[in-house]
């Protein structure tokens, strides 16, 4: 059972930014419902949802993922991506 965005936003986007739990590219792909490579494709094409990084670890918040799927949304086929 998977929890509203809406809800999940809400919880979210009350805590400043240090009370963020950062996900790993492993959890952030969990949470979209796709592969940890097509994330790291989507850095490297730029295209992808927001992210942070310390060194050699990818973060990402899930706030950041939320408007990512957010700024997808289409209502007609017709819409430029």
């Known amino acids: ?8 936003a809400a919880t979210v986007s009350s805590h400043p930014l240090e ?3 950062l996900l790993s590219t492993a959890e952030a792909a969990k949470f979209l419902n796709r ?3 097509t994330l790291r494709i989507a850095r ?3 295209n ?6 310390f ?3 990818v973060r990402y918040t899930i706030e950041d993922l939320i408007a990512y799927v957010e ?3 289409r209502t007609s086929t017709s819409q430029a991506a």
């Open 55 to 57: 060194g050699r670890t």
């Open 1 to 8: 059972m998977s929890i509203p965005l809406h809800a999940i």
């Open 44 to 46: 490297i094409r730029g």
């Open 19 to 21: 009370e963020q739990r």
């Open 48 to 53: 992808g949802p927001a992210y942070r990084k």
């Open 35 to 37: 592969a940890e490579n």
């Open 71 to 73: 700024q997808s949304k």
